[in-house]
Each structure stands twice: as structure tokens, then as C-alpha cells.
């Protein structure tokens, strides 16, 4: 009896197992040919949620010493975006917070605690995906941190400009389908980032 049940327990963890996945990146973020920051992403996949998360720390000195974090928690449900939410401190203060979240009829986008927008679009490349996947015949992808949608140019030597609302660019390197670096017009703070490690 107490070997049944000890076998009902290991195939029940190995089955959650088997439906998750876990991908983690590192890249250091540099300025000025200097180490200014890191960024670590991970993406978890399990069972039809797709789990996002992407933290960005950056020290430098811009006139005065500036201490930048981005944080990104987005899930996707079977290749639709279903809810993001973005927090931005600056010297350890709230810079900005952007929630978009799906209501089943649209999404909602509260920007600093306001309703900002209501988007009908299906939001299907949301732009912490470009960590983790070359957007091939992507031409749009939705600003978890705007709320709204940027345009995606293939360059072409799998190199892709991502162009924003304020027409800030960014440009995201890929080598065998992985991202290896990008040059990021953050607003505050323009940086690169460079693949250190894939775990």
C-alpha cells in the first residue's frame, strides 16, 4: 500500500514536470564600453501559460548618479497576451507602473493607477518575447511599458529595429534564433546589452 502511494507521488510530480519548461538568459548592460548593469530573463512554460519575467539594474552616472530598475511580469494564455505589468524605479523611487490585463471582451491599460486605454487588438508579440525568440514575420509588437504598439523592421542578417511611439529605436542582434545583443534607447537612458550566459 505505502509503495503504491509512493509511486502515485513520484508520477505526479513527474507528470507537473513534464509540463513545465524554464529558460533563463543573462546580459550584462554596458555604457560607454563600461559594466553599468545586468539584465536576467526567464521565461516558464507550464501546461497552456506562458510566465515572463525580465529585471533590468543599472548604476550609472548621467550628471548625477542614477540608479535605474525595470521589472516586467508577463503571462501569456495559449499565444495571446493576458496580462503584463511593468514597474520602473528611479533612485528607488516609482517612476512608472504600466498593468495591462485582459477582460474577456478587451484589455485594459492603467498607467500610475489611471485607466489609460482599451485596446480590442489581439496582443499576440509583446516585447519581453524578444529576449527569447526572433520575431520572424513579426512586424508589431506590444509596449508592456507604453501601452501601446511598436513597429518591428527586419534589417535583414536576422538583425530587427524596433521603432516606438516617440520613434526612440532599438536593435536586437540574433544568432541561431537567440538574442545575442541589443542596442536599447531605454528613454532615460540610452545602453546595450550583451548575452553573457544562457542556463
Not at 34 to 59: C, E, F, Q, R
Not at 74 to 98: C, D, M, R, Y
Request: net charge neutral; charged share 25%.
Amino acid at each position: 500500500m505505502i509503495n503504491n502511494l509512493v509511486l502515485i507521488v513520484c508520477f505526479i510530480t513527474l507528470g507537473s514536470d513534464l509540463y513545465t519548461s524554464q529558460e533563463k538568459i543573462l546580459f550584462d548592460v554596458i555604457r560607454n564600453e563600461k559594466v553599468i548593469g545586468s539584465l536576467k530573463a526567464t521565461k516558464i512554460i507550464k501546461d497552456s501559460k506562458t510566465y515572463y519575467k525580465s529585471s533590468t539594474s543599472i548604476n550609472a552616472k548621467i550628471i548625477k548618479e542614477i540608479r535605474v530598475n525595470y521589472k516586467y511580469d508577463v503571462i501569456f494564455e495559449s499565444e495571446s497576451l493576458e496580462q503584463s505589468n511593468v514597474n520602473i524605479t528611479v533612485n528607488e523611487k516609482s517612476h512608472a507602473k504600466t498593468i495591462t490585463e485582459w477582460d474577456d471582451t478587451n484589455y485594459q491599460v492603467i498607467k500610475n493607477g489611471k485607466n489609460e486605454a482599451t485596446i480590442t487588438n489581439a496582443i499576440s508579440y509583446a516585447t519581453v518575447q524578444l529576449y527569447f525568440e526572433e520575431p520572424k514575420n513579426i512586424t508589431t509588437c506590444y509596449s508592456e511599458q507604453n501601452g501601446d504598439f511598436n513597429t518591428i523592421i527586419a534589417m535583414g542578417n536576422h538583425i530587427y529595429k524596433k521603432v516606438n511611439a516617440s520613434n526612440n529605436e532599438n536593435l536586437y542582434y540574433y544568432k541561431n534564433g537567440l538574442l545575442t545583443k541589443a542596442t536599447i534607447d531605454g528613454g532615460l537612458i540610452q545602453f546595450e546589452i550583451i548575452r553573457k550566459s544562457n542556463h
